[in-house]
Each structure stands twice: as structure tokens, then as C-alpha cells.
């Protein structure tokens, strides 16, 4: 039920382009994403609910699709900022009960 | 606003004591979140509450593990006869509704010796 993460850890230099993937063996209502720097909680990113909607502004965007069971998370043009670890998180339909993959490490390299 | 906070931020405690995890949820989110995170690990769900009631405590790793709301806002987790296992961070998370961002606290740092 966990959702797989993939890759497991990116490091880029400033200004590079990254994706990060989230799959489920489950159908899905829902994927949130959040990143999580050293020591810090995690940040909320976006949602995407079922519907296949791409989501995001500037350079950070998400897309998800159902049938598929999977979402990607965009990250354009890095910035140092982008570094940290970011999480997806699934639901099923009638569940509140968010399940969260291993998270993906990044960094960004000046 | 206040943020989510728990408290204490961090806890050393003896193999075998018990302890008690406090989270003060935003003002007005109905829904509240238990997570453990281990040492490089991702976010494993324990336990969520809308309003007072446990939809779904399928996550608590053990009986030695519960926790309750009361009021519709503070939360506590407690731990019985801790192990060492259980050390981890303690994360909460408090929510306005289903599909609606979470917004984490700080965690509380468990360590038992």
C-alpha cells in the first residue's frame, strides 16, 4: 500500500531540470506532496486529487495519472532551495488516512 | 497564526518508562495526524482523529501504543513500557478537512536509552 518513490536520491547543479516519481499498486483518489529539509517539518507542495489535473505555478509542477496510479513532481530550473526530501503521500477514495512514500532526497549543487 | 506545536520537542527516557507526546493542533482543523519517522525514513501513518473520534488507528504498532483528543483540539500519544525501537521523531499534523494541506509541528525527538 506504501507508494513507491523513484529516484531515491538526485543531486543537480543550480538551474538543472529534476523529476520525481510516486506509484501506487492501489487505485488512487488523491497524491500530496511535500518536501522536508534537514531538521525541519515537512512543507506542504501541492494536492492533486483523481481527475489527472496538472498542478503547480512557476517551476515546481505536479501532474497525476488515475489509471495509471502514479504522479510526478516537476522541478524546473533548481534552485539551492529546492534541496531537501520530498514526500508523496496517496489516499484511496473514503479514506482520510494519508499513506507516504520513502521520499526522494535532492540536491541542489551550486 | 500559531502553527501546530508539540510538545516536548525532545525526550530521553529509560527502557521500560512511559511517555506521554503532547500536539496542539491549529485553531479550527478538525482533523489531526499521528506520524514516526525513523532515522532516514518516510512518514509512517499512526493514527488520525476527526474532531474526538478515531476513524483509523491502523497504524499504532503495538497495544503499548494509544492516544486521544480531547475538546476537538490537543492531542496526546502515549507510550507504555517504551522500547528501544520506539525511538524515533514523533511528528502531528493538523488539517481543515479531507484532501486539505497538512500542516506538520516540529515533532518531538524520542530517544530511549
Known amino acids: 500500500q506504501q507508494p513507491v518513490q523513484s529516484p531515491q536520491a538526485v543531486i543537480l547543479r543550480e538551474g538543472e531540470d529534476a523529476v520525481i516519481n510516486c506509484s501506487s499498486s492501489?487505485?488512487?483518489?488523491?497524491v500530496h506532496w511535500y518536501r522536508q529539509k534537514h531538521g525541519e517539518a515537512p512543507v506542504f507542495l501541492m494536492i492533486?486529487?483523481?481527475?489527472?489535473e496538472q498542478k503547480g505555478h512557476e517551476k515546481i509542477s505536479a501532474s497525476f495519472n488515475e489509471k495509471k496510479q502514479q504522479s510526478s513532481l516537476y522541478l524546473t530550473a533548481s534552485q539551492l532551495s529546492y534541496s531537501g526530501t520530498y514526500f508523496c503521500?496517496?489516499?484511496?477514495?473514503?479514506?482520510?488516512?494519508?499513506?507516504f512514500g520513502k521520499g526522494t532526497k535532492l540536491t541542489v549543487n551550486p | 497564526g500559531a502553527g501546530v506545536s508539540q510538545s516536548p520537542s525532545n525526550k530521553v527516557t529509560e527502557k521500560g518508562k512511559d511517555v506521554e507526546l503532547r500536539c496542539d493542533p491549529i485553531s479550527g482543523h478538525t482533523a489531526l495526524y499521528w506520524y514516526r519517522q525513523s532515522l532516514g525514513q518516510g512518514l509512517e501513518f499512526l493514527i488520525y482523529?476527526?474532531?474526538?473520534?478515531?476513524?483509523?488507528k491502523s497504524g499504532l504498532p503495538s497495544d503499548r501504543f494509544s492516544a486521544e483528543r480531547t475538546g476537538g483540539s490537543v492531542s496526546t500519544l502515549t507510550i507504555q513500557r517504551t522500547q528501544q525501537e520506539d525511538s524515533a521523531v514523533y511528528l502531528c499534523?493538523?488539517?481543515?478537512?479531507?484532501?486539505?494541506?497538512?500542516?506538520f509541528g516540529d515533532g518531538t525527538r524520542l530517544s530511549i536509552l
Open positions: 492533486l486529487l483523481k481527475g489527472g
Open positions: 482523529f476527526q474532531g474526538n473520534s478515531a476513524p483509523d
Open positions: 503521500g496517496t489516499s484511496q477514495g473514503g479514506s482520510e488516512k494519508l499513506v
Open positions: 499534523a493538523s488539517t481543515v478537512g479531507v484532501n486539505q494541506p497538512q500542516h
Open positions: 492501489k487505485a488512487l483518489y488523491s
